[in-house]
Nanobody
């Protein structure tokens, strides 16, 4: 069984930056696509970004395009989400996920982390 553990969340002012990390253990996820999703209070979980197993392809939700960047280091079995120009509406619980298919659909992901809270103050 594999495990994903997120870190790097916290409280930041609007316009600031945070970098989330998602460390995998228990198995290698180097052949898996990885995704980041978020859920704000009272809202459904939504797609944020995805990266293919090789790292050559990335895909973003329109709401974060140009501000967020997903990357991965397969040697470290870790995926990152660099978040710049943060807005109060980015406040949510962020989770990473691993799946065999590179997708924005939550159902395509088999492994999920516990998540980390990101709060952006205005």
């Amino acid at each position: 069984q594999g495990q994903l553990v997120e870190s790097g969340g916290g409280l930041v002012q609007a316009g600031g930056s945070l970098r989330l990390s998602c460390a995998a253990s228990g198995r290698t996820f180097n052949s898996y696509a990885m995704g980041w999703f978020r859920q704000a209070p009272g809202k459904e979980r939504e797609f944020v970004a995805a990266i293919s197993w090789s790292g050559r392809s990335t895909y973003y939700a329109d709401s974060v395009k140009g501000r967020f960047a997903i990357s991965r280091d397969n040697a470290k079995n870790t995926v990152y989400l660099q978040m710049n120009s943060l807005k109060p509406e980015d406040t949510a619980y962020y989770s990473c996920a691993a799946g065999l298919k590179y997708s924005s659909r939550q159902g395509e992901y088999d492994y999920w982390g516990q998540g980390t809270q990101v709060t952006v103050s205005s």
